[in-house]
Structures are given as structure tokens and as C-alpha cells.
């Protein structure tokens, strides 16, 4: 009985614990916070910086948009990050942005014009920061290609509205034309039919709304920051230490993988002496880019300044896709195939069954659509003869180079025999028993 | 050899208690001032508050208290403004450690306010009035500080419908008690008029013209609303 009392009253009391921090609300607090538009090596990425965190890291010699904000922070446990309630207040404090360096100010920055250019549209992760004048003219440029577009859009549906009139006055005469006995040939259809007229394409890039924030571009070191009132105040809570970083090593390639069963589970493989394990038949699209070296806790904290990372650890940061190359698999030296970069639609099937097919991209037959994704495709399968395998990238316009670090190893792993491979995993369990077994006859 | 280790382990502590020892003469060279900010009347946050010491400031919207930290010991005028609100000074001193000034900020006025439009709602206790604020803009306002008003009001019985109808009977002349609900967004400014005030038949639907007059220091400002009910809602 006293087992079971012990053993329920924790028990109980964790589940109380538990249902009461369910029905808490978080606590919100009102908080300086500065908010991010940083430079990631490929574009740019916001954030925000709530006061939990003592320092902002920004990639050297490139512009950084910063801007101060007070709003209502909370902790929020399930992703145990601290969140932001813009929409309850989001004010921003006003001032000037010093910079110092050994106890020296530096910099006294004022808030700056600043917009994000896109030139591959918004979803694309390659972006531009224009400032001043370059902003507002870049900003100007989206708004009349936007204007232009919708003039013809307008234009387009009166055009289709005319197709359409055209088109009911064609139907009309060629039955008219049958039911008088004349055959039209489809040469003579294709004549009179009416041409339908094309729908305009939005613009291909987009540009965000500019802003007012400092831009701060600073060489490497380490420097701190704060707000200076207009009053010549100092800001309370405005003070940050600013860490400003470079990558160690750069033009290094590497490889962003999907295997075609799932597609949505990326895979990387940025460490030349890596070695890619194929298992049964897969499929898989490899994406190059070209890509630099940083440390791992500074990048990390550059993409959201609550990661974690440990700054004696390096990691690679994809910037650039490699599109100029055909990937190249071989066999022990000798070529097996060529593969060109090609677009590819995850097509979901329709029905119950849940799955997808991944097919190549063309536009002529899906022209409502756009690629998923652009990669190169290789088919693995089982019946691959044992070898070493591996990729390379050979450049298009210099036929037989190879991109200096696209090397990687491809190692196939066959699944037949694989089950004999279970009873060695309990072998170690299998011999601490029989020593186990073997003590305990001993000291008796 | 455990005698040695012994020896390591007190020079280990005692090295630990300098360190933080020194470490908290550090901080305590300065002194941190915090305290309340908050409306004298409504006990409210002030939005926009911005507190001012030793050439450091914090600016607070929603918050009702506020922190200034690094300021070296000494007497001080600790200054807390904000839009449409007195001007705060008080002279301190700020001595090592924490120090508690809780700083009551006294409304000026209420910004470009032009009329106002009073709705009402049965409750339990009576017949609750929001009073909504209006500028020159026909616009609620939304920031303003708590004021020292009064409200008064006579209600009759509405004879007919709200399109066309004559004043009945008076059953309720007098002031209304006002309270401040932090909660609101448009009307923060609220009155009751308790149901045992209100001489009438709660029976059935029957609905009464109210006539309100709120004095505030920005003058006199009127109002009629003609569709009260006079009944508790189910």
C-alpha cells in the first residue's frame, strides 16, 4: 500500500504541475528589442533580438539594416524561444545608433531609407539592400512595374471579353457554313478562328516598402552599441555587445540532396570527405551551390539570434547555387552518365492514398504552375554493379574541368542481406548476461 | 596526499568568495532607481512615459513600472513626461543598490476632444454607459489620461419608437457615478446608474430617453441617447 502511495503522489503531482502550466498564460513583458534585416551570405534575413540576448552578429563589410523597437515580449515553452507581440505594440524608439570600439563612439548613425530587392521574386532567397535615394528609386521601379501589370491585366480582360464575343461569332458561322454544305478545311478554321489573347506575367522581382533603420556595415572586430536619445540620453536596456564576423574559408561546393522518396526531408553534404550511402533503389536530385565556412555560433546567432552554436565548431552556409555545370557519375574513373540541371513539380497523386510523383517541368504543359524545385537527377538502383561510385561537376564551358571540391564518394548499400545483421546488435547484451550470469555462480 | 587535497579544496573556496565578493562590489557601485509609473487617477499605464535620470532614459507604453540601472550614487531630478500629462520632477538621491520612486503621472487634458456619444447597456447591477470620446475629426479618441470629471443625467420613459417618440415620465435625475475601465479600447470613461435609482416597471420591454452632461475640466460636453433599455437582457 505504501508502495502505491509513494508511487502516486509524485505521479499526481506531476500531472498537476503540468495541467496548471498548460492553462497559464505566458507573462508578457515590455521590452527594448532590436529588430533585424541582416546580411546571411546569400540575401537577407530578419529577426529580432529580445533582452535575453547580450549580443547581435553581423557578417563584416556589408550594409545591415537595424532598427529599435519597445514591444511585449513572452516566453513562449513549446519552441522555449521568447516571441515578439507586434501586433499590441510595436513602437519604435527614436535616436541615434552609437557604435563603440574601446570605449570610444565611433559611429553615430541616423536612421536610413532602406528597401529589400528581390530580382528572382519574393520567395526567392536571393535579396538586395538598396539605401537612400537607390531605395526609394528601386521602390519606384517595383510600384510602375506593378501599375503596368494590372493596366494589363485591365487590358487583358477586356481583350478576353472581345476573344469571347469573336469567338461565339466564329462558332456561329462556321455551323452556319456547315449547315450550308461547306466543308472548311483545318487550315481554313484555323484562319478564321480568333486568336486568344495571352494572360501578362507578373512582375519577376518584388521590392519591400522602404523603412527607416540604421545601416550598419562595420569591419571584423567586436564593437558595442546603444541608443542616444534626442535629448542626448542614453537608452535604457539599448546597450548590445555587436560581434562582426567574416567566414574562415570560402568557394568551397557543396551539395543539398532530396531523395526522391522524401522529398521534403533535405539532406546536406558540404564536407568533401563525406560519403553519400545509397540504400535499395532511390532516387536522388542533387543540388550544388558554392558556399563559405563560418563559425557555427556566429552564424547561428546571425539567423536567430536564440539559436544555439559553440564557437569552436565551423559549418558551411550554402550561398549560390551552381547552375553552369553538368554533374557527372562515375564508376571506379569511368564516365556512366552526364546530368543537365533540369526544373522538377512535386505533383501530389489525387485520391485517398497519400504520395506524390516528382516529374520534370515544362512549362508549355503546366504553364499555371511553377518548378518546385531545379536539380540533378540520379537514379540509383539495386542493380548498380559493386564499385565505387562518385560525383563530379564539370564545367559547361570548359568541357573535361572539373569544379574544384564537387567530388563526392557514393557508396551503394545493399538491403538483401541485411536482416543476419540484427543478432550481432544484441551481442553485447548476449555477453554481459553470460558475465553476469557467471559472477553470480561465482560468489555463491 | 588527502591533507593535499584538502588544502586545494579551501584555497578553491576561498578564491570563489573573492571572486564574487569582488565581483559584487562591482556591481554595487552603482544604483538601480525603479518604482511604479502609473496615472494618479486611473492607477493606469501612461503610454509614452518617458523617464529621464542621469543622462539615461527609458520609454515605456503598457508597462507600469519602470528601471533605470547604472546610475552613480548622488542627488538627482528624476523627470517622467508624457503627451497629455503634467510634467513630473522630483528631486532624489540615488544611493547604492536598489532604489524605489514610484512616479504618479497627473493628466492635462484630453487630446482635441470636441463631444462625445454615450451608449448604454443593461446589467446586472443597472444600466451601464460607455462614454466615447470624439475629436474634431468625428474620430473616438484613444490615448487619453485619466481626468477629474463628474456626469450627470436625467432619464425618461420613451413614449413610442425610436424614430418618432415623446418624453414620458421622469424616473431617474442626478449624478452617475463614473469608473475607469483600463480594459477598454474607445471607452475607458464608464457610469452606472443602479436599477433601484430608476423609477420604473422592469417588466416587459420598455426603453428611455437619457440626457447626459459630463463635466470635465475641458468644459461641459452633452449627450442624449434615446434607446436605453429599461429592462435586464436575458
Known sequence: MRKIISLALPVSLLFFLSSAGWAQAP???????????????????????PQSEDTIYLIAEKDNAISAHMTLVYFWPITARYMAAWQTLNEEVEGTLEVLKEGKVIK???????????????????????????????????????????KAVSDYYKKMAEYKKKLDKFLEETKKLREAGKKLSPEEVEKMMPKEPKEPEPPGFYVTEPRKDYIVNLPVGTYRIRIRAEDGTIVQDSEKKLVVFTSRRRGGVGYEIIPGNRWTRRESCDDPARIIYAAGKNTLYFRPFHQDEYNELYYNKLEDPQNFGREERWRWVHIKPIKDVLLVFLKEGKLIKKVENLPYYVKQIPGPELGYNIIEYKKEEMPDRRPTFEGYKLDLSPELAKGRYEIKLEKKLEKGKFLEGGTRQIRLVRKENSKYLYPFSIFPLVVGIVVFIGRRIKTR | MRRKGIVYVIAGVVIAICVGAFVSLQRGEYGEVSGKVVDELSKDAVRGVRIVLDGKSTIHYMSKSYRLTGIKPGSYTLKASAPNYYEFAKDIYVKRGKNVVDIFMKGKEIPDLKSIIVFTEPKDEGIELEIRLVNSKGEGIVNYPCLPMSLEGRLFMRIGTQEKYIKGDKIFEGPIKLFWDAKAYLAKNKGIIPWEKINVDKR???????????????GDFKDVCDDVKLFKEK
Not at chain 1, 528597401?115 to 539605401?131: A, D, Q, V
Request: net charge neutral; proline share 2%.
Open chain 2, 204 to 218: 416587459g420591454e420598455k426603453y428611455g430617453i437619457l440626457e447626459v452632461t459630463l463635466h470635465t475640466p475641458q
Open chain 1, 27 to 49: 507573462k508578457m513583458r515590455e521590452q527594448l528589442v532590436y529588430g533585424l534585416n541582416v546580411f546571411n551570405g546569400r540575401g537577407y534575413g530578419g529577426g529580432f533580438v
Open chain 1, 108 to 150: 553615430s548613425l541616423k536612421k536610413r531609407d532602406n528597401c529589400l530587392y528581390y530580382p528572382e521574386g519574393y520567395w526567392s532567397e536571393t535579396s538586395i539592400l538598396y539605401t537612400d535615394e537607390e531605395a526609394i528609386k528601386k521602390f519606384e521601379e517595383y510600384k510602375k512595374a506593378v501599375e503596368k501589370f494590372y
